[in-house]
């Protein structure tokens, strides 16, 4: 049976007990298709994480199922996923051309051969003329975006992004939003994007995941249809204040009874 709009994986009653006891996931179900950008939002300890983790082959599921489509499997080191985590993780030792190049010396890429294509991934992320830096001489801001390009040198169908800009000021973080929908634009990926901020949720995807915890898990699914591109003219507009209103209720909806011990 084929379905109208063939989806990139599917998590089926996903549930993840740690060997301590912890219930981080319960139930999660997911359709993500090609070209979407799903965020997943919730407080602390809700289990976005290890959604992540799961989707990833990070980790593995204690209950359910996650099926790929149109591939047998994708795990971690499959070149059809890049990760990216809340610290941009690069080698301090290396300059930024060979922590870019990492993914692809890993499975056998040739520095020559690998030239082209790592440039052309320091070119999406705005950072062609410092391939021969080391991360020490750049901001934040930067070592994010080279982090970034380390996750696509693979050209990965699915991008997936742990918290990553969390720790960056409000004007860099603001940046780094508009040129990851630019680069989401162009070359057509699917996102799923972990965050706290209801604001950057709603100015990112096509669709959000509002999660909860103890345990965690999905409360509800509201989509952003709004067009793209998106820029300021939406960040200052009525509606996008009203999606945060409704996305803000509904992630109280589900802080409702838990107690707020941290
Ligand atoms: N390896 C682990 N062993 C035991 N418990 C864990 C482990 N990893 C996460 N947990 C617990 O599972 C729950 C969900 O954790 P997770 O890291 O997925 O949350 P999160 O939503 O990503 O939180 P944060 O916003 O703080 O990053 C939490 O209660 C956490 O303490
Ligand atoms: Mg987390």
């Given at each position: ?6 989806a990139l994986f599917s998590l ?20 993500c298709?090609e ?17 992540l983790r799961l989707i990833a082959g990070l ?6 199922q996650l099926d790929w489509h149109g591939a047998a499997d994708r795990t971690a080191g499959n070149r059809d996923l890049g990760f ?70 693979t050209r990965p169908r699915l991008l997936l ?28 990926f699917s996102?799923v ?70």
């Open positions: 049976m084929e379905s109208a709009a063939p089926r009653d996903a549930s993840k007990r740690f060997s301590n006891g912890t219930l981080a996931l319960e139930g999660m179900s997911l359709d298709g070209h979407e950008f799903i965020s997943f939002l919730g407080p602390s300890g809700c289990g976005k994480s290890t959604a980790t593995d599921l204690s209950s359910g990216v985590f809340q610290e941009p993780t690069l080698m301090p030792w290396a300059r930024v051309f060979d922590n870019v190049w990492l993914p692809l010396k890993l499975i056998g890429v040739k520095r020559a051969e690998a030239d082209p294509v790592v440039r052309q991934a320091l070119e999406m992320v705005g950072l062609s003329r410092f391939a021969e830096v080391y991360p020490r001489e750049l901001s934040g801001g930067m070592k994010m975006r080279v982090s970034i390009a380390r996750a696509l040198v992004l742990d918290e990553p800009f969390a720790a960056l000021d409000e004007m860099t973080r603001i940046k780094l939003n508009n040129d990851l929908l630019a680069i989401w634009r162009e070359h057509r996102v994007f972990v965050t706290h901020s209801v604001y950057e949720s709603v100015y990112l995807s096509s669709r959000i995941v509002v999660m909860a915890p103890r345990p965690g898990r999905v409360i509800e699914e509201i989509r952003i249809d709004e067009p793209y591109p998106r820029g300021e003219a939406f960040r200052t507009s009525t509606r996008y204040n009203t999606h945060c209103t409704a996305v803000s209720q509904a992630l109280q909806g589900g802080l409702h009874g838990v107690d707020i011990d941290h």
